[in-house]
């Protein structure tokens, strides 16, 4: 059902906790499987020096953002946008099908972040603004 990854960083998620004077936060949330995520982003020079999160969620919801913090943790912020669902799905080993939606909202968070750190700084984050932020896609499927 869940790989050893998933496992992993569920039972010991990387990067939990806040980021008091973050540069950017990022709120998503999926209002029909109740998951929330919140990522806190301290950015440097354009490097994302630092990355926090907050899950409030199922077993792979917090993997896909502990997952997401440790792909972009240390990189440029353009090469955190190329961070998509599928790649943090891959480096998990893969998801369940009903589960994906998790990897898609974790892929959002760090977009969400990066969005409001460009609002706050000012800073102009090429391929950020035809983002949509769309919750209605996701069916409710039942928790395991």
Known sequence: MYSEKVMDHFMNPRNV???PDADGIGEVG???????????????????EDVKFKTFGCG????SS???TELIKGK?????????NKAVAEA??????VKMHCSVLAEQAIK?????????????IEGLEDIEFDDDHHHHVEEE
């Open 60 to 63: 792979s919801a917090i993997a």
């Open 112 to 124: 969400s972040a990066l969005l409001d750190y460009s609002k706050r700084h000012n800073v102009k």
């Open 17 to 19: 906790g806040e980021i």
């Open 76 to 84: 440029t912020i353009d090469e955190a946008l190329q961070v998509t």
């Open 30 to 48: 999926n209002a029909k499987c109740g998951d929330i995520m919140k990522m806190y982003l301290k950015i440097n020079d354009g490097i994302i």
């Open 92 to 97: 998990l080993d893969g998801l369940p099908p």
């Open 66 to 68: 502990s997952m997401a």
